[in-house]
């Protein structure tokens, strides 16, 4: 039993797991390439009050799931729960909104929340974010739709589903939380203990519970898009239309609107979506977002909207696993130099500096053993190619060269960086 293992809620990603991780994490970055978003990083932690005010105080994140600490300093600091209000905390501090909006960013990297370890949640998650700031129309709303989708038919899962919604704004949404209040006041008794405390602070997640006791209750609550206002009512019209629109490029977008998708932080405003794979049943969300036009306003910049989306890439990835027939990339070094003897291991050492510093990926097989034991080690690795030295190959100038992944012939290289690279790239 080893002393030390990794905090619960958090594992350790070995070298076998890591061509899925660049499978997806490069899949990633060419497609936020591809609609044109930037890269951003923003620091792991930031200032406790941007997530208090931001996400909202009566969220589960800020109430239940925040880590927080307080610096030798004595201020405030939480690791960040999620990405968005950094990403819009770093677009008033520099001033973005003097760029051509909107300004387009996506961000890779983890983040942090306390809860329940199940599948698919941890405490240490990893993120694949977008976000478009400085655009309210609807055109940019289903932008960043197509680029989630486009993202995950990248990762060749089908078979998914677009579930969304909208949930107004400031002028019409207060009319909808006192029907929703009204409705759940008669219900009160049959709800469950979390929903009971969210009534007042957070009617709209009421929506948003997964118990079975819930659920059916919130089926036949009230509908937002009942009560939006002419704004959001054309602001919505306009983003089904450009959906559908879509499925010329998309004929698998399978999008169905659901009144009980709300989002679970309270910067959430108009669109709201998620996408799921097949049979979740709103229990297992890929990616998951919406519009949040008030958001930098209540941390300190100027009224300006926004609209982005969020995924877990431990949860992607387990997806991409579960699809038959998926194998990642082949990853392994170009070469492995097997050698036999005291002189042919220092060639060896001098032939693999050489090679590195042209671009090439080379090992050493490890000092001492066989020359059965390395070809074992050399095919372990999934080197492409074996280079054999021993005392004849000192003597004559020229390595066996012998490919490890197909059944080409084997062939003699001369024993200089030149030849080898050139034989190695099969010029």
């Given at each position: 039993?080893?002393?030390?293992?990794a905090?619960?809620?958090?594992?350790?990603i070995?070298?076998?797991?890591?061509?899925?991780?660049?499978?997806?994490?490069?899949?990633?970055?060419?497609?936020?390439?591809?609609?044109?978003?930037?890269?951003?990083?923003?620091?792991?932690?930031?200032?406790?009050d941007?997530?208090?005010?931001?996400?909202?105080?009566?969220?589960?994140?800020?109430?239940?799931?925040?880590?927080?600490?307080?610096?030798?300093?004595?201020?405030?600091?939480?690791?960040?729960?999620?990405?968005?209000?950094?990403?819009?905390?770093?677009?008033?501090e520099?001033?973005?909104?003097?760029?051509?909006?909107p300004?387009?960013?996506?961000?890779?990297?983890?983040?942090?929340?306390?809860?329940?370890?199940?599948?698919?949640?941890?405490?240490?998650?990893?993120?694949?974010?977008?976000?478009?700031?400085?655009?309210?129309?609807?055109?940019?709303?289903?932008?960043?739709?197509?680029?989630?989708?486009?993202?995950?038919?990248?990762?060749?899962?089908?078979?998914t589903?677009?579930?969304?919604?909208?949930?107004?704004?400031?002028?019409?949404?207060?009319?909808y939380?006192?029907?929703?209040?009204?409705?759940?006041?008669?219900?009160?008794?049959?709800?469950?203990?979390?929903?009971?405390?969210?009534?007042?602070?957070?009617?709209?997640?009421?929506?948003?519970?997964?118990?079975?006791?819930?659920?059916?209750?919130?089926?036949?609550?009230?509908?937002?898009?009942?009560?939006?206002?002419?704004?959001?009512?054309?602001?919505?019209?306009?983003?089904?239309?450009?959906?559908?629109?879509?499925?010329?490029?998309?004929?698998?977008?399978?999008?169905?609107?659901?009144?009980?998708?709300?989002?679970?932080?309270?910067?959430?405003?108009?669109?709201?979506?998620?996408?799921?794979?097949?049979?979740?049943?709103?229990?297992?969300?890929?990616?998951?977002?919406?519009?949040?036009?008030?958001?930098?306003?209540?941390?300190?910049?100027?009224?300006t909207?926004?609209?982005?989306?969020?995924?877990?890439?431990?949860?992607?990835?387990?997806?991409v696993?579960?699809?038959?027939?998926?194998?990642?990339?082949?990853?392994?070094?170009?070469?492995?130099?097997?050698?036999?003897?005291?002189?042919?291991?220092?060639?060896?050492?001098?032939?693999?500096?050489?090679?590195?510093?042209?671009?090439?990926?080379?090992?050493?097989?490890?000092?001492?053993?066989?020359?059965?034991?390395?070809?074992?080690?050399?095919?372990?690795?999934?080197?492409?190619?074996?280079?054999?030295?021993?005392?004849?190959?000192?003597?004559?100038?020229?390595?066996?060269?012998?490919?490890?992944?197909?059944?080409?012939?084997?062939?003699?290289?001369?024993?200089?960086?030149?030849?080898?690279?050139?034989?190695?790239?099969?010029?």
């Open positions: 039993m080893p002393s030390f293992r905090p619960r809620g958090t594992y350790d070995l070298p076998d797991e890591q061509p899925y991780w660049s499978f997806a994490l490069k899949t990633a970055a060419e497609t936020a390439k591809r609609f044109g978003y930037g890269r951003i990083d923003t620091p792991m932690f930031e200032p406790t941007l997530f208090e005010r931001g996400v909202g105080d009566a969220t589960d994140i800020v109430q239940k799931e925040m880590y927080t600490f307080e610096d030798h300093g004595g201020d405030s600091l939480t690791l960040r729960p999620e990405g968005t209000a950094g990403v819009c905390r770093a677009y008033i520099h001033g973005l909104h003097n760029q051509p909006q300004v387009r960013m996506h961000y890779i990297g983890p983040y942090f929340r306390y809860e329940r370890p199940q599948a698919g949640r941890f405490r240490q998650l990893r993120q694949f974010g977008v976000e478009a700031i400085g655009d309210g129309s609807p055109n940019v709303d289903v932008e960043v739709i197509e680029l989630g989708w486009s993202y995950i038919r990248s990762l060749n899962i089908n078979g589903s677009l579930r969304i919604n909208s949930i107004g704004d400031s002028e019409c949404r207060p009319a939380l006192d029907a929703l209040r009204e409705y759940y006041r008669g219900h009160i008794d049959e709800v469950c203990d979390d929903d009971r405390q969210r009534f007042e602070s957070a009617p709209l997640r009421l929506l948003d519970c997964k118990r079975t006791q819930c659920q059916g209750i919130g089926d036949a609550a009230p509908k937002s898009t009942d009560f939006l206002c002419d704004a959001c009512d054309a602001h919505w019209a306009s983003v089904i239309a450009l959906l559908d629109g879509l499925k010329d490029t998309y004929p698998d977008l399978d999008y169905s609107i659901d009144h009980r998708l709300v989002r679970g932080l309270d910067y959430y405003t108009r669109t709201v979506f998620e996408i799921e794979p097949e049979n979740a049943a709103g229990q297992s969300t890929l990616l998951g977002g919406g519009r949040y036009d008030g958001l930098i306003e209540e941390i300190g910049g100027p009224p909207p926004g609209i982005g989306f969020a995924l877990g890439l431990d949860r992607i990835i387990s997806e696993k579960s699809r038959e027939g998926f194998v990642p990339p082949e990853s392994g070094p170009d070469v492995v130099i097997v050698h036999l003897g005291d002189e042919a291991g220092l060639r060896a050492s001098a032939l693999a500096a050489g090679l590195r510093d042209d671009g090439l990926g080379v090992l050493v097989a490890p000092v001492g053993r066989s020359m059965r034991a390395q070809m074992r080690y050399s095919n372990s690795m999934n080197a492409r190619y074996a280079l054999i030295i021993g005392d004849r190959e000192i003597e004559s100038a020229e390595g066996a060269l012998r490919p490890l992944r197909d059944n080409g012939e084997q062939e003699a290289v001369a024993l200089n960086v030149q030849a080898l690279a050139k034989a190695l790239r099969g010029d």
